[in-house]
């Protein structure tokens, strides 16, 4: 940390002001006063007179200063030289609650995709969220137009202050998740959206309701006849059902996917760890588009597994799951799709729902056993050892297992599977697993056994929402597609599978017993 913003920081503790929100309102306070002052220098040598220079100069916008004239004097000595954004960032370097400020080496990648597409008119949203290196940006492009928002009322007064004095710059106040900047087009466009918001006032209909939807839609209306939009999503724009869909098919049904890029885990940390992705869309007809993974090499994005596809294939596919292009098992997983097997969603042939979240606090002595992901071994439920809880089963009914129930893990590192038999005690599924209920048309085993092939297992990653930790959401899974073989090819399958199962596990308990009894044998010949 800058030794002067520590200093600053100590001093503002010490009133009592410690959270983000009071730490940046003093710091406008005091750049404000500052502003202010320039037009009158005498003030500063007057305490009383400086004290009440500040209350009618920034009272109106950022509310009554919090202390008395004293603890003012030792604020503004402190915060005064302290450059405004290097604070603003050092405050909300390690914020977790959710206010995301991307990395330097993403703004620069930006700055980089400026440089190549020389446009005249920009626009950068939440432009809070790019303090790491936006300043630069706007200093190279000094003779382009460049449009700063927020939403915010104190990152609005923190853009005025840092940038209003650039001639090329505009800051509108303004939600990018209603209608905002009517009749603006730009030729450019960036734009990381808050994820997994809903905004209750739209201002007019949207396809989705959350805001990452809405400010793709948003942000296309605002592009030029040759404009370019990249903006960051998470992983749930590719595949979701419903809505999502829509909004895919307006996008490809009115504009041009360029490319789509995976971005490095851990990009927003620690504001959030989903799985993030960076959309270029345009108004300029592409006959193919990129796909591939953003890699960060000595502080440095380079395009890593990049894959070229033409435009009509990229359309014929329902949804964007670009890692099953990339996928080793791509080509498998091509031929399944073009397969003539006929296929069917989950949704259509089981009911799918997820386990009842329980603390490990809330586990107790009870009659009511919880099957979690550490239960589950190479593809087998552990029925010992369960942990129970106390609770009335009028409750917890609708999470109670059955046989042929088919349990998927969705959090955790790894994807685990197994098939649920019913015992003489009642169970439940945890908040961590995905239970698959199967109807007539499908067999629990049959749908575990699409599960654990390779190519079960790429399209169900391919659903994955996080980044290391995997967070997996059933209303996803409920729109896979598995092959729909008659209900005799399935049982088939099934004794196949289940008679190699045993054959394979007599066969290594066999050799483990050998091998323990030859090991005995040569221990036995040293003495």
């Not at 009071?22 to 400086?50: A, F, P, Y």
């Not at 004290?51 to 200063?65: A, I, P, R, V, Y």
């Not at 490095?264 to 591939?292: N, V």
């Not at 609770?391 to 994807?415: M, N, P, Q």
Request: a negative charge.
């Amino acid at each position: 940390m800058n030794t002067n913003i520590d200093v600053a920081l100590n001093v503002l503790y010490q009133r009592q002001l410690s959270s983000r929100g009071q730490l940046l309102n003093e710091m406008l306070r005091v750049k404000m006063t500052l502003i202010k002052l320039e037009k009158d220098s005498n003030i500063t040598g007057d305490k009383e007179k400086l004290f009440q220079f500040m209350k009618k100069n920034t009272e109106d916008e950022l509310g009554f200063f919090p202390a008395d004239r004293d603890d003012f004097l030792d604020i503004f000595a402190a915060l005064k030289d302290i450059d405004l954004i290097d604070f603003t960032l050092e405050i909300y370097k390690n914020d977790r609650m959710g206010t995301v400020i991307a990395p330097l080496y993403l703004t620069t990648y930006i700055g980089e995709r400026i440089r190549e597409l020389q446009p005249q008119k920009i626009l950068i949203t939440e432009a809070e969220k790019h303090l790491f290196g936006l300043t630069k940006i706007i200093r190279q492009f000094q003779h382009t137009e460049i449009t700063l928002t927020t939403q915010l009322k104190p990152m609005n007064i923190l853009l005025h202050l840092a940038f209003g004095d650039n001639p090329n710059v505009k800051i509108r106040f303004a939600s990018i998740y209603t209608e905002c900047l009517p009749e603006d087009k730009f030729d450019y466009i960036y734009s990381l959206p808050t994820f997994g918001y809903k905004p209750e006032e739209l201002g007019r209909k949207f396809i989705t309701r959350d805001s990452d939807g809405i400010a793709i839609e948003n942000m296309l209306g605002h592009l030029n006849d040759q404009g370019t939009l990249d903006i960051i999503v998470p992983a749930k724009i590719t595949f979701a059902g419903m809505e999502y869909r829509q909004l895919r098919s307006f996008i490809t049904g009115n504009y041009y996917v360029k490319n789509i890029f995976i971005l490095p885990e851990g990009t927003f940390r620690p504001a959030t760890a989903i799985k993030t992705y960076l959309f270029t869309i345009t108004t300029r007809p592409q006959s193919g588009m990129e796909l591939g993974t953003l890699e960060l090499q000595k502080d440095v994005f380079n395009i890593a597994d990049k894959k070229v596809i033409a435009a009509d294939e990229f359309l014929a596919h329902d949804d964007w799951r670009i890692e099953l292009l990339l996928s080793d098992e791509d080509e498998n997983i091509q031929r399944f799709k073009k397969s003539n097997l006929p296929k069917v969603k989950l949704k259509d042939v089981a009911e799918v729902f997820r386990g009842k979240s329980i603390l490990k606090k809330d586990t107790s002595l009870g009659s009511i056993s919880v099957l979690n992901i550490s239960n589950i071994e190479e593809g087998e439920i552990n029925y010992k050892d369960m942990d129970t809880i106390d609770e009335e089963e009028r409750k917890i009914k609708r999470y109670e297992l059955y046989t042929g129930d088919v349990v998927l893990s969705c959090r955790g590192t790894a994807i685990k599977s197994a098939v649920f038999e019913a015992r003489d005690k009642t169970i439940i599924a945890s908040a961590n697993l995905i239970v698959i209920r199967p109807k007539e048309k499908v067999k629990g085993e049959y749908i575990k056994i699409f599960f654990e092939s390779p190519i079960g297992m790429a399209i169900i990653k391919s659903f994955q929402r996080g980044t290391s930790i995997m967070n997996i959401n059933y209303a996803d899974i409920m729109e896979m597609e598995i092959p729909l073989l008659p209900l005799s090819k399935q049982e088939e399958m099934i004794v196949k599978y289940h008679e190699e199962l045993n054959i394979y596990k007599n066969t290594v308990r066999q050799a483990e017993n050998r091998w323990v009894q030859i090991k005995a044998g040569i221990y036995n010949d040293l003495v």
